[in-house]
């Protein structure tokens, strides 16, 4: 694992210039410029701190900020935020270059709502030579067993499996994105993280103080994360190590003695659990409201008597909220759904940062006997597809019934064929986004399959007639397609038929 805060200037290119100048003191030069940097960073952040609760304009703060010492400038920030107020350090943006961490670091991370990512494609990447992590193996008291090694050269033979079966599917003609499911979460990935301190700060307290730190390596990534902190982002450092140690969560504990995991069921398909009333209504009277400064009551009048007047009033106002504004209407309705969803492509439902998701955490481990099959893996190699995801189960049960080894260290036996329910909840604006990328013909065919079936969802709610008729791909709803020469064609075909319409 290798982690780097990237900053605004390249310093091994600036010092590789500084030597072929022949300037002797590069190390202290690009060590001045790094303290610069550091410098005015703090400063932004002091001044927003002083900003909010001394006299003067933006400009007058910056230059007081800017007279005092770095460490002035950080102690005057921690008590800002150590009185609770930590928005300000909101302002403080770091940007994280992540080599050879897990899919499990990678699915956790990626639930961090105000954090931004990119994500090396397992579609368009072979992914038989990343490599992948080994953990030291625990037993239930978190003491390493004695036979740490042998235990791990076992875990290796069967990761080394694994990934050979992923390279004999993708040199059959599999394609790399259906033979991905036989890949265990343990594969390496590479990631650009970015982040503000308040969320950089949250996220080392729950990799470090919680039952997350229980799993080997999120808790060595919250360390580093801390490290980096310690040195480029000090004013968090206080925050943090006040924090208590928190490894008990209370209310899995009492539900773990309540109900029995054992039986539950990955769900068919998704599920509309709850939406907002009068989807079509709820829009326009928004809008209404928005526009207008009208109350509820007068903006309703108006929507009724423009619906009596205006015969297709609320067909074209909703297409012009949908496709031709910034949506903002959209917003005000709201769908919550449950999802059943292989890890495969959990990533590419998580990245959507603006709606809600609860994803099930790694511990307990998830059933490894339910898993997703691809289509053509399911006509030409299911029985060796189902007998992969058979002996993964059982060199699972091998390790934690024979060698005692506790379910954090074992949730590298997690595939990516693996499903899970995941719970969301989502406004009209976000799900229109979501339909507009994933009901594309080029989406991967679980994730089209899944916002289809979410669509369909919608189609059911009375009242969401118009909504629905206005998400969906480009080439239905806005007549276009962004994918350009790389079009699948329907655009084509869509606009043949509205000419032999006409």
């Known amino acids: 694992m290798q982690i780097e805060l990237l900053g605004p200037i390249d310093f ?40 909010s609760r001394f006299p003067g304009d933006i400009f007058e703060r910056l230059f007081k900020t800017e007279q005092r010492t ?19 350090i909101d302002h403080d943006y770091c ?17 961090e709502r105000f954090s931004s990512f990119t994500i090396k494609s397992r579609r368009e990447v072979d992914f038989s030579d990343v490599g992948y992590y080994t953990p030291n193996f625990h037993d239930i008291n978190g003491n390493i067993i004695p036979n740490n090694k042998q235990v791990k050269d076992e875990y290796q033979q069967h990761e080394e499996m694994l990934f050979k079966k992923y390279e004999e599917f993708t040199s059959r ?40 730190s229980l799993i080997s390596e999120i ?26 140690v928190e490894l008990i969560d209370p209310v899995d504990n009492y539900l773990e003695s309540k109900i029995d995991r054992s039986n539950y069921k990955i769900i068919d398909k998704p599920t509309l659990i709850n939406h907002s009333k009068n989807i079509d209504d709820a829009i326009i009277i928004s809008a209404i409201m928005r526009r207008y400064q009208f109350d509820y009551n007068k903006s309703f009048k108006i929507y009724k008597q423009a619906c009596n007047d205006f015969p297709n009033f609320k067909e074209e106002i ?12 959209l917003t005000q309705i709201n769908f919550e759904f449950q999802i059943p969803i292989s ?7 998580t990245r959507h940062r603006t709606h809600h998701i609860m994803v099930p955490d790694f511990v307990p481990v998830v059933d490894l006997s339910q898993y997703k099959i691809p289509p053509k893996i399911k006509t030409q190699y299911l029985d060796e597809f189902n007998n992969i995801f058979k002996e993964n189960k059982e060199m699972y049960e091998h390790f934690k019934n024979d ?31 979501i339909l507009r990328l994933r009901e594309c013909s080029k989406t991967q065919w679980e994730t089209r399959e899944i916002s289809h079936q979410l669509h369909q969802a919608i189609q059911s709610i009375p009242g969401a007639e118009i909504f629905d008729r206005n998400i969906g791909p480009t080439c239905e709803t806005h007549g276009f397609c962004p994918e350009g020469e790389e079009s699948c064609g329907k655009i084509n075909r869509l606009k043949q038929k509205q000419l032999i319409k006409l």
Do not use: W
């Open 403 to 433: 060698y005692g080894i506790r379910e954090e260290d074992l949730v590298y036996f997690t595939l990516s064929g693996n499903m899970v329910n995941i719970v969301t909840n989502m406004d009209g604006k976000t799900l229109a986004h």
């Open 219 to 244: 808790r060595e990534f919250g360390e580093k994360l801390y490290e980096i902190a310690k040195k480029n982002i000090p004013y968090i450092i206080d925050v943090i190590d006040k924090t208590p």
């Open 318 to 329: 909703i297409k012009k909220i949908a496709i031709e504004s910034d949506a903002l209407e």
């Open 173 to 212: 003609g599999i394609d790399k994105e259906d033979a991905r499911f036989v890949l265990p979460y343990s594969y390496h990935s590479n990631i650009i993280m970015g982040v503000d301190a308040h969320t950089l700060k949250d996220m080392i307290i729950k990799y470090t103080k919680t039952k997350y």
């Open 12 to 51: 091994k290119k600036l010092k590789n210039y500084l030597i072929e100048s022949h300037i002797d003191n590069c190390e202290e030069i690009i060590n001045y410029i790094n303290t610069l940097e550091k410098e005015r960073r703090s400063c932004v952040v002091a001044t927003a701190g002083s900003l």
């Open 343 to 349: 890890f495969a492509v959990l990533t590419h439902i």
């Open 70 to 88: 770095f460490d002035q400038n950080v102690s005057f920030i921690k008590k800002v935020i150590n009185m609770g107020h930590d928005s300000i």
């Open 95 to 111: 940007v994280f270059a992540l080599k050879d961490v897990s899919a499990v670091i990678e699915q956790t991370i990626i639930e």
